[in-house]
């Protein structure tokens, strides 16, 4: 069993364990290096300097250790601000974090937190280079071979840092190295030329010393940009690769519930047929029988949340995936509209909000499942009439760019915590009181935009109300489905 748990690469861990391993390589270098040369090594000196870096290491650790302790206190939304590198670069995902006491972390702690790991990397390496190059100025300079040690500093600042924090470590190693070139103590069997008399110019240097300078600034800066670049692409995939493997998980668990909408809407259909049937014969048989007004009003009731129920069956049908919700067509902006408001329970207080100056977008063509898209908008407007009070009103605003089309859906309501917008979308997760919903029309309506290669957006002011904006990109000139 390992003395020291393995780590992910270009993780804070990593970080410390290589650090570990450098400082027990140190110790074994001076005592050994102590026996095989009859130079009087500064041993005081040395063993100082790895006692320095140990403390470093170990505050270090107890450090992540405490970070550690508290990422797993806090829930689930604060830990998905994940870091690719291991040192604060973000997954595209927002995610506005809730403390362990209820109040919600912005968006800038959380960035500062996880930046905090990066320049702390940094200060700990740009410390082990200055570290590194007074043990080699004490041990011969730059003939010491172990000041190759360099590129090893700056291969491990190209994996964990990002490319302008690697760039100016390589600058210190650059520095560093001409130091050495022009001072440094000799040592008996390792100093190959004797060293001038210490005057910091770089122009006493002779043809070997220009020679080595100009061979370590190359190789670091080859090694610099080659590490960046592929520590980069990597990010990159892995960034990819995470997206994939969440929108495969978004796309089963929509299967899923598809599955059981359509089985819903498949069950719900024969009872409600013979409700209705009941209703109508029911309806027929009282007809010249006295009766109070009150059954009459009870009677029509029946019929009209009846047909309600067929039209909520029908749209489960188009959102389970019926071949006529998954039927392209063309159709216009103006259309679209007409549609997603067929069947709105108040459509005295929907508003339609037109752009001044832009009477021609109900003419825009489209090329889209209108069926599909009209419910999601429908859906819309639908959160926004119960996020507002009886007397407000919803605006929808359609506005048309070069290469999309925006639905602005506003409503009056409350507007919504950044804990509400975070989770907005997730399935099952609702505010509404127990009866007015279930939490699935926010959900397939973002998995309907994003699957047309939109956008679904909020834009929340608490106090104020919401915007929910659709982005749609408008069909190219000769494409066809």
Same mark, same amino acid.
């Given at each position: 069993?390992?003395l020291?748990?393995?780590?992910p690469?270009?993780?804070s861990?990593?970080l410390?364990?290589?650090r570990?391993?450098?400082?027990?390589g140190?110790?074994?270098?001076? !005592?050994?290096?102590?026996?095989?040369?009859?130079t009087?090594?500064?041993?005081g000196?040395?063993?100082a300097?790895?006692?320095?870096?140990?403390?470093?290491?170990g505050?270090?650790?107890?450090?992540?250790?405490?970070?550690? $302790? $508290?990422?797993?206190?806090e829930?689930? @939304?604060t830990?998905?601000?994940? @870091?690719?590198?291991?040192?604060g670069?973000?997954?595209?995902?927002r995610?506005?974090?809730?403390?362990?006491?209820?109040?919600s972390?912005?968006?800038?702690d959380v960035t500062?937190?996880?930046?905090?790991p990066?320049?702390?990397?940094?200060?700990?390496?740009?410390?082990?280079?200055?570290?590194?190059t007074?043990?080699?100025?004490?041990?011969?300079?730059?003939?010491?071979?172990?000041?190759l040690?360099y590129?090893?500093?700056?291969?491990?600042?190209?994996?964990?840092?990002t490319?302008? !924090?690697?760039? %100016?470590?390589?600058?210190?190693?650059? =520095?560093?190295?001409?130091?050495?070139?022009? &001072?440094? $103590?000799?040592?008996?069997?390792?100093?190959?030329?004797?060293?001038?008399?210490? +005057?910091?110019?770089?122009?006493?240097?002779? *043809?070997? +010393?220009c020679?080595m300078? *100009?061979?370590?600034?190359?190789?670091?800066?080859v090694?610099?940009?080659?590490v960046?670049?592929?520590?980069?692409q990597?990010r990159?995939?892995?960034?990819?690769?995470?997206?994939?493997?969440?929108?495969?998980?978004?796309?089963?668990?929509? #299967?899923?519930?598809?599955?059981?909408?359509?089985?819903?809407a498949?069950?719900?259909?024969s009872?409600? @047929?013979?409700? &209705?049937?009941?209703c109508?014969? *029911?309806?027929?048989?009282l007809?010249?029988?006295?009766?109070p007004k009150?059954?009459?009003?009870?009677?029509? *009731?029946? &019929?009209g949340?009846?047909?309600?129920c067929?039209?909520?069956?029908?749209?489960?049908r188009?959102a389970?995936?019926? %071949?006529?919700?998954?039927?392209?067509?063309?159709? %216009?902006?103006?259309?679209?509209? +007409?549609?997603?408001?067929e069947?709105?329970?108040?459509?005295?207080?929907?508003?339609?909000? /037109?752009t001044p100056?832009?009477?021609?977008? #109900?003419?825009?063509?489209l090329?889209?499942p /209108?069926e599909?898209?009209?419910?999601?908008?429908?859906?819309?407007?639908?959160?926004?009439?119960?996020?507002?009070?009886?007397?407000?009103?919803?605006?929808?605003?359609?506005?048309? +760019?070069?290469?999309?089309?925006? !639905?602005?859906?506003?409503?009056?309501g409350?507007?919504?915590?950044?804990?509400?917008?975070?989770r907005?979308?997730?399935?099952?997760?609702? %505010?509404?009181?127990?009866?007015?919903?279930?939490?699935?029309?926010?959900?397939?309506?973002?998995?309907?935009?994003?699957?047309?290669?939109g956008?679904?957006?909020?834009?929340?002011?608490?106090?104020?109300?919401?915007?929910?904006t659709?982005? =749609?990109?408008?069909?190219?000139?000769?494409?066809?489905?």
């Open positions: 069993m390992p020291i748990a393995p780590a690469l270009g993780s861990t990593w410390l364990q290589l570990t391993f450098a400082i027990v140190q110790l074994f270098t001076i !005592l050994f290096a102590r026996l095989l040369t009859p009087l090594l500064p041993l000196a040395l063993l300097l790895v006692v320095f870096t140990a403390i470093t290491n505050a270090y650790g107890w450090w992540l250790a405490r970070t550690e $302790r $508290r990422r797993q206190s829930p689930q @939304s830990r998905e601000y994940e @870091s690719l590198s291991g040192h670069s973000l997954v595209e995902k995610t506005v974090g809730i403390s362990p006491d209820g109040s972390v912005a968006d800038s500062v937190q996880l930046e905090t990066l320049q702390l990397a940094f200060v700990l390496m740009a410390m082990d280079l200055i570290t590194l007074a043990m080699l100025y004490l041990t011969g300079g730059a003939d010491n071979p172990f000041s040690f590129f090893v500093n700056i291969a491990v600042g190209g994996v964990i840092l490319a302008p !924090l690697t760039w %100016t470590l390589t600058g210190l190693a650059i =520095l560093g190295f001409v130091v050495l070139l022009v &001072d440094s $103590r000799p040592v008996a069997g390792l100093t190959i030329t004797p060293q001038q008399s210490p +005057d910091w110019m770089i122009a006493n240097l002779d *043809l070997r +010393d020679g300078l *100009l061979a370590f600034v190359t190789c670091a800066t090694l610099t940009y080659f960046t670049r592929i520590s980069r990597l990159l995939r892995e960034r990819d690769l995470r997206r994939s493997q969440s929108e495969r998980a978004d796309a089963m668990r929509l #299967e899923g519930l598809t599955t059981l909408a359509a089985g819903a498949h069950e719900l259909a009872p409600l @047929s013979a409700i &209705d049937v009941a109508r014969e *029911l309806t027929r048989h007809e010249a029988i006295p009766k009150s059954v009459d009003e009870d009677l029509s *009731l029946i &019929d949340q009846l047909q309600m067929r039209q909520i069956l029908s749209r489960m188009a389970s995936g019926d %071949t006529a919700a998954q039927r392209w067509n063309r159709t %216009t902006l103006g259309d679209l509209i +007409d549609t997603a408001l069947g709105i329970r108040d459509p005295h207080r929907v508003e339609i909000v /037109e100056n832009d009477d021609s977008w #109900e003419d825009q063509p090329w889209l /209108e599909a898209v009209a419910q999601a908008i429908r859906n819309l407007i639908h959160n926004g009439l119960d996020a507002s009070e009886s007397s407000q009103s919803v605006a929808v605003e359609p506005i048309v +760019d070069h290469d999309a089309v925006r !639905l602005q859906v506003r409503d009056q409350l507007g919504m915590s950044g804990e509400v917008m975070d907005a979308g997730d399935p099952f997760f609702t %505010t509404k009181e127990p009866g007015r919903g279930i939490g699935l029309g926010l959900f397939l309506t973002r998995n309907v935009i994003t699957r047309l290669g956008s679904l957006t909020f834009d929340s002011t608490p106090g104020v109300g919401t915007v929910a659709v982005r =749609l990109p408008l069909p190219k000139d000769g494409s066809s489905v």
